[in-house]
């Protein structure tokens, strides 16, 4: 079972853009299926986008916006959501899943959960 760990996020002005990191550890990394899921206060986990095995196929939400990007470096073991443009309704903390069983990244399937890091975006 893989280990996340997290870094990135904080307090940011809208229109900003920031990227989260997301590092694993272990060595069966490239046998899951990566992703990125988000609670805002109040409300569930929202899944936001996965990465395939292959750090090529992407999976968004259909109710994220373009604003979000996910990448895959499997010589660093890392996955990253890059967001531009943030606005305060993206608020939340984020966390980084991994998922062996399903592709794309199941909140049900997923093995593993980064700490999660806290996004605060000022309007």
């Known amino acids: 079972q893989v280990q996340l760990v997290q870094s990135g996020g904080g307090l940011v002005q809208a229109g900003d853009s920031l990227t989260l990191s997301c590092e694993a550890s272990?060595?069966?990394?490239?046998?899951?299926?990566m992703g990125w899921f988000r609670q805002a206060p109040g409300r569930e986990r929202e899944y936001v986008v996965s990465?395939?095995?292959?750090?090529?196929?992407?999976y968004y939400s259909a109710s994220i916006s373009g604003r979000f990007t996910i990448s895959r470096d499997n010589a660093k073991n890392t996955i990253y959501l890059h967001v531009n443009s943030l606005k305060p309704e993206d608020t939340a903390v984020y966390y980084c899943?991994?998922?062996?069983?399903?592709?794309?990244?199941?909140?049900?399937?997923?093995?593993?959960w980064g700490q999660g890091t806290q996004v605060t975006v000022s309007s």
């Open positions: 990465i395939g095995r292959n750090g090529i196929t992407e």
């Open positions: 272990g060595p069966t990394w490239n046998t899951y299926a």
């Open positions: 899943a991994a998922d062996r069983r399903s592709e794309p990244v199941r909140a049900d399937t997923a093995e593993s």
